[in-house]
């Protein structure tokens, strides 16, 4: 049975941990703030001007989601390819909250060092524990960024379908509010470099 330690050391945490975990940062801030554009677009058709967006991310992507449904409505594929978009974008943000909330520091396993994070998993009854390497922390911020293009046109798309949609250019909450987009050819459609898997529902 492999015998694993982990000891935190400040003094140890490399440029490249540092740099990795910064664009990690970087990359997600980015995206949030795209996030926060998206539904500043759909927002003041569902309410009035005195409403701000809620701070959360949690409840700020779930809001998007839910006005979206109603942009989509006519288009259950597009409200589907968008699901899983926003599936993805709160995986990541996850992924990017542990690393953020990681402990720099030096894993042994086997008499062998690795450089890693420890990331606690306190909800648990008995907290757990996992390992993030310099190299993981690197592919999520190679990850964060492709999601991030994506994200550019999933705003365009959005915006593009809002165009579309059969509301008045009145905003603010009922009886205006927001209604569907009207099908039809349009350009640009959500991206489909990542389509959800044919299990996958919305």
Same mark, same amino acid.
């Not at 490399?14 to 970087?26: E, P, Q």
């Not at 989601?65 to 597009?78: A, G, S, V």
């Given at each position: 049975?492999?015998?694993?330690?982990?000891h935190?050391?400040?003094?140890?945490?490399? +440029?490249?941990? @540092?740099?990795a975990?910064?664009?990690?940062?970087?990359?997600?801030?980015?995206?949030?703030?795209?996030?926060?554009?998206?539904?500043?677009?759909?927002?003041?058709?569902?309410?009035?001007?005195?409403?701000?967006?809620?701070?959360?991310f949690?409840?700020?992507?779930?809001?998007?989601?839910?006005?979206?449904?109603?942009?989509?409505?006519?288009?259950? +594929?597009?409200?589907?390819?968008?699901?899983?978009?926003?599936?993805?974008?709160?995986?990541?943000?996850?992924?990017? +909250?542990?690393?953020?909330?990681?402990?720099?520091?030096?894993?042994?396993?086997?008499? @062998?060092?690795?450089?890693?994070?420890?990331?606690?998993?306190?909800?648990?009854?008995?907290? @757990?524990?996992?390992?993030?390497?310099?190299?993981?922390?690197?592919?999520?911020?190679?990850?964060?960024? *492709?999601?991030?293009?994506?994200?550019?046109?999933?705003?365009?798309?959005?915006?593009?379908?809002?165009? *579309?949609?059969?509301q008045?250019?009145?905003?603010?909450?009922?009886?205006?509010?927001? @209604?569907?987009?009207?099908?039809?050819?349009?350009?640009?459609?959500?991206?489909?470099?990542?389509?959800?898997?044919?299990?996958?529902?919305?």
């Amino acid at each position: 049975m492999s015998q694993i330690g982990f000891h935190y050391n400040p003094q140890s945490v490399t +440029d490249r941990m @540092k740099i990795a975990v910064g664009n990690v940062t970087i990359q997600w801030a980015v995206i949030d703030h795209l996030v926060t554009q998206m539904l500043w677009h759909l927002w003041f058709y569902e309410h009035s001007q005195a409403e701000r967006p809620p701070r959360s991310f949690d409840r700020r992507i779930a809001e998007l989601k839910r006005l979206t449904k109603i942009l989509y409505q006519n288009e259950p +594929d597009e409200f589907r390819t968008y699901s899983w978009f926003d599936q993805r974008i709160r995986s990541a943000n996850g992924r990017r +909250d542990d690393i953020t909330h990681g402990i720099p520091g030096v894993m042994s396993k086997n008499g @062998k060092e690795y450089e890693v994070l420890h990331i606690q998993f306190p909800s648990q009854i008995m907290p @757990k524990y996992s390992h993030s390497s310099v190299e993981s922390v690197e592919q999520l911020a190679e990850e964060l960024k *492709a999601l991030y293009l994506e994200a550019v046109n999933v705003f365009y798309a959005i915006s593009t379908a809002l165009v *579309a949609s059969s509301q008045n250019t009145v905003t603010g909450p009922a009886p205006y509010g927001l @209604k569907p987009a009207i099908p039809g050819n349009r350009s640009p459609r959500l991206p489909r470099e990542n389509l959800p898997p044919p299990t996958f529902q919305a």
